[in-house]
């Protein structure tokens, strides 16, 4: 089984016979459970460039498997590379100095260039772009792809980011989030009763070996992680019990807060991708569905990386979280 599709050491073509325990998968989600490190992404856009084979026709990425058939990679994908771009998109800057800005980014938006089948998907409509073009330089330490980015929120998660107007801020910033200086509270609304009030979750966290687009609790030499929440409101309503909380995280690993109480059996209300479910019904048959996670970053306190003052912002949910808040309770 190769490391990567993006690893120079590979060697193509690439063999495959399919199992009969993968009967009955996706095409593009067998090929992401046979090729660690490699994004659904960037399989789909193999198959789209017609580089895989099934029984030496080229197929696509929905065909479902049903055992026994022989697929052949043929090459790696020849995407475009990733390029932090300016673009006029509107911005709630909560706070700006010389040295940094603090932004509530809208969910849906990614913070920079990443994952995608095309190249717009992968470069359009980033934070990152949005910045470049407010305020035409940002620190360089994060690299040509993340300009100004000293943390990250998930694409579906809504609120407070700092971003870094210079090198020198950057590494001042950088410290302090190392040394956990930086203190952030999340609002979330996860589904069913916690059993306790309060609580602190430590496990640590790595890549699915199986789906590559998730975390795990589960998996071995993963990196440490603490999340603490506290509960809010019990929410007792047609739709079923939920749990209104607040989080803080004293690490920032991919998809932490999500993966941590997801892990409790409490999912992230809207995240699909840690077990929520798509819609709910309730005791009158009708549905409602939330199109994003209910995960929104309400507070952030930090220090001015060049005066030591204290800074402390707040931004209070989104119209479409509040809505929904008020209709399932």
Do not use: C
């Amino acid at each position: 089984m190769p490391e990567t599709l993006d690893s120079g050491m590979t060697r193509f073509p690439i063999s495959l016979v399919v199992a009969p325990d993968d009967a009955g998968k996706r095409l593009d989600q067998y090929l992401v459970s046979q090729l660690p490190d490699t994004s659904r992404a960037r399989v789909q856009q193999l198959i789209t460039e017609e580089k895989v084979l099934v029984n030496q026709a080229s197929a696509k990425a929905s065909l479902k498997l049903r055992g026994g058939e022989s697929i052949k990679i043929l090459g790696s994908a020849k995407l475009a590379p990733l390029r932090a771009m300016a673009e006029d998109i509107p911005l709630d800057i909560v706070y700006e100095d010389n040295d940094l800005a603090v932004v509530n980014k809208p969910a849906g938006m990614m913070v920079h260039a990443g994952a995608g089948a095309t190249d717009d998907e992968r470069n359009r409509g980033t934070l990152v772009n949005a910045l470049l073009h407010r305020f035409g330089q940002l620190s360089g330490v994060g690299g040509e792809i993340r300009p100004g980015i000293v943390h990250r929120l998930d694409k579906e998660t809504s609120g407070l980011i700092v971003v870094a107007k210079n090198d020198t801020s950057h590494r001042k910033l950088a410290k302090q989030f190392a040394s956990r200086l930086v203190k952030k509270t999340y609002i979330a609304l996860v589904h069913g009763w916690m059993k306790q009030d309060r609580g602190t979750i430590s496990s640590s966290i790595s890549r699915d070996r199986v789906r590559r687009t998730r975390m795990t609790t589960r998996g071995s030499g993963g990196r440490e992680a603490i999340t603490h929440y506290g509960v809010q409101k019990k929410i007792d309503s047609s739709y079923g019990k939920f749990s209104l909380l607040e989080v803080r995280i004293d690490t920032g690993r991919t998809h932490q807060i999500r993966v941590h109480l997801a892990s409790l059996g409490h999912p992230v209300v809207g995240d699909t991708l840690y077990g929520a479910p798509r819609e709910l019904r309730g005791k009158n048959q009708q549905k409602i569905s939330l199109q994003r996670n209910f995960l929104h970053a309400a507070h952030l306190e930090l220090q001015q990386p060049t005066t030591g003052e204290a800074l402390s912002f707040s931004r209070s949910l989104p119209s479409e979280l509040a809505e929904f808040l008020e209709r399932i309770s």
